[in-house]
């Protein structure tokens, strides 16, 4: 296993993007932070830089101001290798936003995702759920 | 002196929705602001004239995760409004209830937030945490923690069944200590006075010339509350105070919205005892053509839906304001003026909800960057460090 | 405030009658008045400086034949909502600008400016708010006769 791949199952730094959502993903994903949920203990902490991150976790439905700094972000600034996880319904497909003026494409069309946690908004539980399914899976394929 | 400028956002890691703020800076002082929005703008006005009435709702209720009852309730109050009609009184009581546990659980996040940016991090971690036992109560009243899906035209969705409530007060009541604690610890640091304290001052005069809201307007002496004005739900059958400090400075909307938890909890508590009996839902099975308005004191200000119905099941119009669209341009007034360290704090005192409104680094003029939005929090953060040692000399 | 809500209603026919399209009355809350678009500035005015009442937002409206614009005002100490209408031509709507009289209308109008096309005029600065660069002119996504001009854009989940 590679330094690098170690480093991101033993301890991803994970860095959240809103590309125009409603919030409540953005603050379960906080309160995966917070005492309750706590997903230091395995690991995870939040990265201050985006140069920094392992796990890139996007919500929001890509509206179209977001659409072009996301691709603009992924591509130049996060560095390889990087798990994107797509959180909530809006990243997912844009959900109810998928007729709207603003959201003409949905997240997966613009950069590649790696997991999808459904839910509007997902309950903590199932985000660390869902990271945890990815290390473990990351970790199988090794 | 050359001037500089100072962008934050649109991606900074504490502000949970993008937007960017630009900072125009001569040495220490901030001399403009320009803020940007858009980066949250899903055109759900023209998104509404596609649903029903009925559907609607839930496309409403996620134009904010935080004050997600805020715009369902203004909405459904217009809806009722284009025909008239007065939901039902068990219906206006829970809807309250639902309504000030939310504004408990966004003050707390708000507490936290501003700890973090201030440098207190205990702060941050304990309103969170605090947070949840309310979460809880709304879970066990409404099956969700946010999102609650609670509103319709017409009434409430689900009800409350009794044997939830004793628990519910329990856990309400188990936040007081915590939250006394936290008026101590905010009311009497004399760290706090110095740090937020004559910082990003609002005139009252500034306040009504921007239509200010919320407990940025009744910071600066504005008092003016939806539930006070316009009496709605069950709000004029419970005794309760409206929050009104004279100064306008950050330290003044802090204590508003302390001092409102103590008020949201009262109520909430009043209404969970006192529920009436009786129907949740009017069943209204059609809107006649006409227009209605309605409007709620959502925690951030008033939340202002306009509706126009044309006889057919969707409305034909349905404009959205929400509270943060008219706080944001006071920053014109309040951040030019004050120092760098201070205009993370003045940015969050307005208590700023982008994704309702729509739907920080330093460059030289030369372009050559300097500081980092990420900069200007650990800018904040060691004034408050300064502050603290000189405190410890004394 | 010491004037009764009868007092405030009757002042404002009495004073602006010559202006004054339609004045429906709806409830005890909720007034809507159609004004000339000329006469918006005064009126606003009056209520905004002299009777002290709250601006809450205005509301573009594409109704299929004109382009409306509701200023929506509060008189909150008699819990009045007076709702004043201009009606504007769809082929060159234009209304003069609330920002000289209300500093708080300045968004407000832009958004409206962005979204419906309606110019305002005086308006110190009618830049895009919203809608990002590659938007293009002239489309505005709150008409009736709105229609996607992304070609690229996907509006079904691919199932």
């Known amino acids: 296993m590679s330094v690098t791949m170690r480093a991101l199952l033993k301890s991803p730094w994970v860095f959240h993007l809103s590309t125009g959502s409603c919030n409540n993903c953005d603050i379960e994903v906080l309160d995966c932070l917070t005492p309750r949920f706590d997903i230091e203990r395995f690991g995870m902490r939040l990265a201050a830089s985006i140069r920094h991150a392992d796990v890139l976790l996007v919500t929001g439905s890509c509206n179209r101001k977001s659409m072009i700094?996301?691709?603009?972000?992924?591509?130049?600034?996060?560095?390889?290798?990087?798990?994107?996880?797509?959180?909530?319904e809006c990243a997912m497909s844009r959900g109810m936003f998928i007729h709207s003026y603003n959201c003409p494409q949905p997240l997966d069309r613009i950069i590649p995702v790696n997991v999808y946690i459904p839910g509007c908004p997902p309950k903590p539980e199932a985000i660390i759920a869902g990271v945890v399914k990815l290390i473990n899976k990351v970790k199988a394929s090794i | 002196m050359p001037k500089s400028v100072i962008t934050i956002g649109p991606y900074h890691p504490l502000q949970e929705e993008p937007e960017l703020f630009q900072l125009t800076v001569e040495g220490e002082t901030v001399v403009d602001i320009e803020v940007s929005v858009g980066y949250n703008?899903?055109?759900?006005?023209?998104?509404?004239?596609?649903?029903?009435?009925?559907?609607?709702?839930?496309?409403?209720?996620?134009?904010?995760?935080?004050?997600?009852?805020?715009?369902?309730?203004?909405?459904?109050?217009?809806?009722?409004?284009?025909?008239?009609?007065?939901?039902?009184?068990?219906?206006?009581?829970?809807?309250?209830?639902?309504?000030?546990?939310?504004?408990?659980?966004?003050?707390?996040?708000?507490?936290?937030?501003?700890?973090?940016?201030?440098?207190?991090?205990?702060?941050?971690?304990?309103?969170?945490?605090?947070?949840?036992?309310?979460?809880?109560?709304?879970?066990?009243?409404?099956?969700?923690?946010?999102?609650?899906?609670?509103?319709?035209?017409?009434?409430?969705?689900?009800?409350?069944?009794?044997?939830?409530?004793?628990?519910?007060?329990?856990?309400?009541?188990?936040?007081?200590?915590?939250?006394?604690?936290?008026?101590?610890?905010?009311?009497?640091?004399?760290?706090?006075?110095?740090?937020?304290?004559?910082?990003?001052?609002?005139?009252?005069?500034?306040?009504?010339?921007?239509?200010?809201?919320?407990?940025?307007?009744?910071?600066?002496?504005?008092?003016?509350?939806?539930?006070?004005?316009?009496?709605?739900?069950?709000?004029?059958?419970?005794?309760?105070?409206?929050?009104?400090?004279?100064?306008?400075?950050?330290?003044?909307?802090?204590?508003?919205r302390l001092l409102e938890l103590y008020e949201s909890i009262k109520i909430m508590k009043h209404c969970l005892l006192n529920l009436p009996g009786g129907e949740i839902d009017l069943k209204i099975k059609s809107i006649p053509p006409g227009e209605g308005i309605g409007a709620h004191e959502a925690p951030r200000g008033e939340t202002f839906h306009y509706v126009r119905s044309d006889g057919t099941n969707r409305p034909a119009r349905h404009k959205?304001?929400?509270p943060t669209f008219m706080n944001l341009p006071t920053l014109k007034a309040t951040v030019p003026g004050s120092s760098i360290a201070d205009a993370a704090i003045i940015l969050a005192a307005i208590d700023p909800c982008y994704c309702c409104t729509e739907r920080l680094a330093v460059r030289s003029a030369d372009g050559k960057k300097l500081f980092g939005g990420d900069e200007l929090l650990r800018l904040s953060r060691e004034k408050t460090t300064r502050i603290l040692k000189e405190a410890g000399k004394r | 405030m010491s004037m009764t809500r009868e007092e405030?209603?009757?002042?404002?026919?009495?004073?602006?009658?010559?202006?004054?399209?339609?004045?429906?009355?709806?409830?005890?809350?909720?007034?809507?008045?159609?004004?000339?678009?000329?006469?918006?500035?005064?009126?606003?005015?009056?209520?905004?400086?002299?009777?002290?009442?709250?601006?809450?937002?205005?509301?573009?409206?594409?109704?299929?034949?004109?382009?409306?614009?509701?200023?929506?005002?509060?008189?909150?100490?008699?819990?009045?909502?007076?709702?004043?209408r201009v009606k504007l031509d769809k082929r060159a709507p234009r209304v003069d600008s609330l920002v000289p009289t209300i500093k708080g209308a300045a968004w407000i109008e832009r958004e409206i400016h962005e979204l419906l096309g309606i110019d305002f005029t005086g308006h110190p600065d009618q830049r895009r708010l919203l809608l990002s660069e590659e938007w293009p002119e002239g489309v505005y996504p709150l008409r009736r006769d709105y229609q996607e001009w992304d070609a690229k854009a996907i509006r079904d989940r691919g199932v």
């Open chain 1, 69 to 88: 700094r996301v691709k603009r972000i992924y591509e130049e600034q996060v560095p390889k290798p990087c798990v994107v996880v797509a959180i909530g």
């Open chain 2, 41 to 256: 703008h899903r055109g759900i006005e023209k998104l509404s004239e596609r649903k029903t009435f009925d559907q609607s709702t839930f496309v409403i209720e996620r134009i904010c995760g935080i004050c997600s009852t805020s715009h369902p309730f203004a909405y459904t109050q217009a809806v009722e409004d284009i025909i008239p009609v007065e939901v039902p009184e068990r219906a206006k009581y829970i809807r309250t209830i639902i309504a000030e546990g939310e504004r408990i659980h966004s003050h707390l996040l708000w507490f936290g937030l501003a700890g973090h940016f201030l440098g207190y991090n205990t702060v941050y971690m304990w309103m969170w945490r605090l947070r949840e036992e309310i979460l809880d109560v709304m879970e066990i009243l409404s099956g969700n923690r946010n999102n609650y899906a609670m509103f319709k035209p017409g009434g409430v969705r689900r009800d409350i069944k009794p044997e939830d409530i004793p628990l519910a007060i329990k856990k309400i009541d188990s936040i007081l200590p915590t939250v006394d604690r936290l008026k101590g610890a905010i009311l009497d640091d004399p760290v706090l006075h110095a740090r937020l304290k004559g910082i990003g001052t609002l005139t009252k005069e500034e306040a009504i010339a921007y239509c200010a809201l919320g407990p940025t307007s009744r910071a600066s002496g504005v008092a003016r509350d939806v539930r006070k004005d316009a009496p709605y739900a069950a709000y004029d059958r419970v005794d309760w105070n409206m929050i009104v400090t004279a100064n306008g400075d950050v330290w003044d909307k802090a204590v508003v």
């Open chain 2, 320 to 322: 959205v304001r929400a």
């Open chain 3, 8 to 84: 405030v209603l009757n002042g404002m026919r009495t004073r602006f009658g010559d202006v004054i399209l339609d004045f429906h009355d709806k409830s005890a809350k909720r007034v809507y008045v159609e004004l000339k678009p000329g006469a918006l500035v005064p009126v606003a005015g009056h209520l905004f400086r002299e009777l002290g009442a709250r601006f809450h937002i205005a509301s573009g409206v594409d109704n299929r034949s004109q382009l409306e614009v509701l200023y929506h005002f509060s008189v909150e100490a008699l819990n009045l909502l007076v709702t004043l």
